[in-house]
């Protein structure tokens, strides 16, 4: 057996993950989405990082 | 005469595949940033440049690591070095000068921290996969990549689940180095280090290929790119977590329970799309880049290789370690090492020594596991 079909799944798998998250998370909006670039935007860092320890 | 009937049609054949690998890279691209917006398209973008950089110049860190400890060929760590110098000398003024648009990867030194880093520092000896290099495994075919995998995102989700409680078993306050200070701090300790394996290494192994060059050049300026585009530094562990814990929740689970998975920036990110989470773009560019490289180099022919029962159980329990270890020690080897580093968080050296020292034991254990063949 070759890597074929595992490179395979495992394009496959992320495809089914997009889909099943489109379908049960919000409504996505890029008329509401933040600017391009964060550096410039005048707008207060958001996201979520590994390296937060924050839990409050 | 060698026969050349079958070269025209096999050179058509890899011209067409190479060019459907383009426009599908690009068409993912555009259908991101038509739905969810520009910002999130170039995420993905960059997360796809990631990934070629990795797969296609062969830049890793469990690799290079196992190199330094078993033969001191410090080639692949003295790259990693050199991309985290070029990042930390452009991301510490962009974080002085816009510290509201922007953060670094800073988090603190703690008991369950340094824990942690050690035990992520032998799982990735172990499966020969770090956090991006588990993503860039898996892409390109690597079964033994694929089997971690999803592992390595339960562990991530778990780690996080009870992340208050290993934080309470003792932990620092956050120290970052900032300023012109701290930057000349930061390239001084990786100097030091460079200085240090250049000194252990033999004489003859102690130069830094071409290809290793042009993958820290490239790598240091996608993780500028990161940083500006989504004003944090890259990661890849939060993603993953983030990836298992909406599986949980999709399938009942309550996760009401946990201080982290609850905490009102987290509770966001599990109602919004993954196509709006930072990590998740660049982590599903990352396993897109380097399917593209393997499927344009031809390499996913390479066979599979034939692993014991032993392997296989520790191939997964090493992916759920990588995982659950890395959320202990706020991030991997991106988002701490690599990403705390040159964003002037001391927690990312003291990931880089417990996870050098628990590497070498890493390296110790992977044969007794059958993981060699």
């Not at chain 2, 999130?40 to 110049?57: C, D, R, S």
């Not at chain 2, 000349?184 to 000194?199: I, N, P, Q």
């Not at chain 2, 968080?345 to 007794?368: I, N, T």
């Amino acid at each position: 057996m070759t890597r074929t079909p595992i490179a395979l799944a495992v394009m496959g798998l992320v495809a089914a993950l997009i889909a099943a998250d489109l379908a049960g998370s919000a409504p996505l909006n890029p008329y509401q989405a933040p600017p391009m670039l964060a550096l410039g935007s005048g707008l207060a860092a958001t996201g979520a990082h590994c390296a937060a320890p924050v839990v409050e | 005469m060698a026969d050349t009937s079958m070269d025209a049609p096999r050179g058509v054949f890899t011209i067409g595949t190479r060019g459907l690998l383009i426009v599908a890279a690009l068409a993912a691209v555009l259908f991101v940033a038509a739905l969810a917006g520009a910002r999130y398209g170039a995420l993905l973008l960059i997360g796809l440049g990631f990934g070629i950089a990795l797969e296609g110049l062969r830049f890793g860190f469990a690799g290079p690591w196992r190199a330094m400890i078993l033969r001191r060929d410090p080639a692949g760590l003295l790259a990693q070095l050199v991309a985290i110098a070029l990042v930390a000398l452009a991301a510490f003024p962009l974080l002085a000068s816009n510290g509201e648009e922007l953060f670094g990867a800073h988090a603190p030194i703690g008991v369950a921290m340094i824990g942690g880093a050690f035990v992520f520092g032998a799982a990735m000896q172990l499966v020969m996969g770090c956090g991006s290099g588990t993503l860039v495994n898996a892409g390109s075919g690597n079964v033994v990549g694929a089997v971690a995998l999803p592992f390595f995102a339960l562990g991530s989700f778990a780690g996080a689940y009870n992340l208050d409680w290993w934080i309470s078993l003792g932990t620092a306050p956050v120290v970052v180095l900032s300023g012109t200070s701290g930057l000349l701090a930061t390239l001084a300790g990786l100097a030091a280090v460079a200085a240090l394996v250049l000194w252990l290494a033999p004489a003859q192994a102690r130069r830094v290929p071409r290809r290793l060059w042009i993958a820290a050049v490239a790598i240091a300026g996608l993780a500028i790119l990161n940083l500006v585009v989504s004003g944090q530094p890259w990661g890849i562990v939060y993603g993953l977590g983030l990836w298992a814990a909406k599986g949980a929740q999709a399938m009942g689970g309550d996760l009401s329970g946990s201080a982290f998975w609850s905490a009102p920036a987290n509770a966001e990110r599990l109602e919004q799309s993954i196509l709006t989470d930072v990590t998740s773009l660049t982590n599903i560019g990352l396993i897109g880049g380097a399917f593209l490289v393997s499927v344009w180099r031809g390499g996913l022919a390479a066979k599979l290789p034939r692993l014991s029962p032993l392997a296989w159980t520790a191939t997964v329990v090493a992916g759920f370690l990588l995982g659950y270890s890395s959320r202990l020690a706020f991030g991997c080897n991106v988002g701490a090492f690599f990403s705390g580093i040159s964003t002037g968080s001391l927690h990312g050296w003291a990931w880089f020594a417990a996870a050098f020292v628990g590497a070498w034991w890493g390296v110790k254990l992977r044969p007794k596991l059958g993981l060699e063949v």
